[in-house]
């Protein structure tokens, strides 16, 4: 008798899922921030493992209203210099044309500026040094913190949001560092904040 019930019951709810239509999918507001997506490429975008397709077009058609965007400074700045930055402008660019709010993830060391020799992952050279010199600018002995303040400053009011590093905690993508500036600890961030 139980057995019955429970197979009309289980008929029931499949004869239901192929009479009644499912609801239409309700694209997202173009106000609506809280969807985005990860590092959508600039339309025409193009290399030989990744097609020109219009990413950003696509993105934004599929309701994307932000995008995380990883600024790494191992490719802006392979080398002590300048640096190469092509690509980012043309991300911050394109998003900013677009209307598609850009957050920042500031990442990957060069291999010039790690403690390893390694580019990636490795904690970056003199992280120990302060940042800001007495004056406000960047320090020129701590290579992170001029990336960061120069990154900062060329993208300022048109990156709306900065990460530092992609999931810290996590040895693929950081390994850790074993130093502090004087007066802090992991769990006592330092008091000076950079400025962009």
Not at 2 to 26: E, G, H, K
Not at 31 to 43: A, Y
Not at 126 to 148: C, H, K, R, T, Y
């Amino acid at each position: 008798m139980f057995t019955t019930r429970l197979r009309l019951l289980f008929a029931a709810i499949v004869l239901c899922t192929l009479v009644v239509p499912p609801a239409p999918a309700q694209a997202a507001e173009p106000s609506d921030f809280r969807f985005g997506m990860n590092n959508i490429l600039p339309d025409g975008y193009n290399r030989s493992e990744i097609p020109a397709r219009p990413w950003m077009k696509l993105a934004k058609e599929a309701g994307a209203r932000s995008n995380r965007w990883e600024f790494r400074w191992e490719q802006i700045q392979p080398v002590a210099g300048p640096g190469v930055w092509d690509l980012p402008d043309w991300v911050v660019s394109e998003n900013y044309k677009n209307g598609i709010s850009l957050s920042g993830v500031l990442i990957a060391t060069p291999e010039w500026a790690s403690t390893t020799g390694r580019m990636g992952r490795s904690v970056p050279i003199n992280l120990d040094q302060p940042p800001l010199l007495e004056d406000g600018s960047p320090n020129p002995n701590n290579p992170w913190a001029n990336f960061v303040y120069w990154t900062a400053k060329r993208y300022a009011g048109k990156v709306t949001a900065w990460e530092i590093w992609n999931e810290p905690n996590l040895g693929n993508f950081w390994l850790g560092t074993n130093c502090c500036a004087p007066g802090t600890s992991p769990s006592k961030p330092p008091t000076q904040r950079p400025r962009s």
